[in-house]
Every structure is written in structure tokens, then in C-alpha cells.
């Protein structure tokens, strides 16, 4: 499974922005997707995933109710739209796909297993 993740650019506070990742190669309906971030001098943080047999979602709680993550099975896309966006949401953005994750793993990005190349998105004041 190869990644490509696409969407970032620099946005004023309090403006959107949308990411797209899209799969290539063998995918599964097992699979879920995510997108985790990454500031400088932090380590990398949980932002949201999604189930891709059924469209469960999951959200950190710094995000919940700024940020939809969604998906087009055809496409084989996950997008991540970003509102009301904060200086503290700048990083790189990844998105990632895992399989076999349950409730209790879905925010860890060690259970997942292929990666993205990341997305800068820089939020001014």
C-alpha cells in the first residue's frame, strides 16, 4: 500500500483547510486510515481515523468538532477537513493505514502499517 498525502498550505487562523491521501496497491476493508501530526520538537500526535468497513470515526479531542474525517471507497481517499483552524494545529500532517486495529489501538500510531509522505499546514496569527 503506498500513500499520498496532499492538502497543506499555510491559512489564516479561524480558516479551513482540506487533505486528501490517497491509496494505491492492495487495500483491505480491514484497513483503517488515520491522520496523525507532528509539531516541531513534538512527538507525533493522534488527529483522527477511520474505519474503512463500515466508517467508524475517531477523533482526538483537540480536534473534535473542527475536523471531519471522511472517505471515498471508490477513490480509495481519505480526506481530512480542517475549520476553524488554530495557530497550535501547525505540523506535518501524515496519514497512515493499519489493519486489524481495534477501539483501544486506533490512536497509536505504532499500530499502523504504512505511511505517507506528510502534508505541511501552517496556521498565522
Known amino acids: 500500500v503506498q500513500l499520498q498525502a496532499s492538502g497543506g498550505g499555510l491559512v489564516q487562523v479561524g480558516g479551513s483547510l482540506r487533505l486528501s491521501c490517497a491509496a494505491s496497491g492492495s487495500t483491505s476493508n480491514s484497513y483503517a486510515r488515520g491522520w496523525f501530526r507532528q509539531a516541531t520538537g513534538k512527538e507525533r500526535e493522534f488527529v483522527a481515523a477511520?474505519?474503512?468497513?463500515?466508517?467508524?470515526?475517531f477523533y482526538s479531542d483537540s480536534v473534535k468538532g473542527r475536523f471531519t474525517i471522511s472517505r471515498d471507497k471508490a477513490e480509495k481517499t481519505v480526506y481530512l477537513q480542517m475549520n476553524s483552524l488554530k495557530p497550535e494545529d501547525t505540523a506535518i500532517y501524515y496519514c497512515?493505514?493499519?489493519?486489524?486495529?481495534?477501539?483501544?489501538?486506533?490512536?497509536?500510531?505504532?499500530?499502523?502499517?504504512?505511511w505517507g509522505q506528510g502534508t505541511l499546514v501552517t496556521v498565522s496569527s
Open positions: 477511520i474505519r474503512w468497513n463500515g466508517g467508524s470515526t
Open positions: 497512515a493505514a493499519g489493519s486489524g486495529l481495534i477501539v483501544s489501538s486506533i490512536r497509536l500510531p505504532q499500530q499502523y502499517d504504512y
